[in-house]
């Protein structure tokens, strides 16, 4: 595995990109290597199967309740605006 050499602005400006890379990031200040950066790649699968549960569960409580999604939205939204003033 290859190491990439960047100064620091540059990573610090490109930062989401060297994140989502597989390769390691030597950061440099005037030359000198400062520090490495080595991405984590976590897996995902156990977050989208919550939140997969969470949104069924949702589902079945607002079938259950006999309630229709757009009037959901519309109370949240009058919710979120009057807690804004």
Do not use: C, N, W
């Amino acid at each position: 595995m290859t190491t990439t050499k960047v100064g620091i602005r540059e990573f610090r400006s490109s930062l989401a990109d060297y994140i989502a890379s597989d390769s390691p990031v030597a950061v440099t200040r005037h030359g000198q290597t400062v520090g490495f950066f080595i991405p984590a790649k976590a897996d995902l699968s156990a977050d989208v199967a919550a939140l997969q549960s969470a949104a069924a569960k949702l589902d079945a409580l607002i079938d259950e309740q006999g309630l229709d999604v757009d009037d959901l939205m519309d109370d949240f939204k009058t919710a979120r605006r009057e807690a804004k003033r």
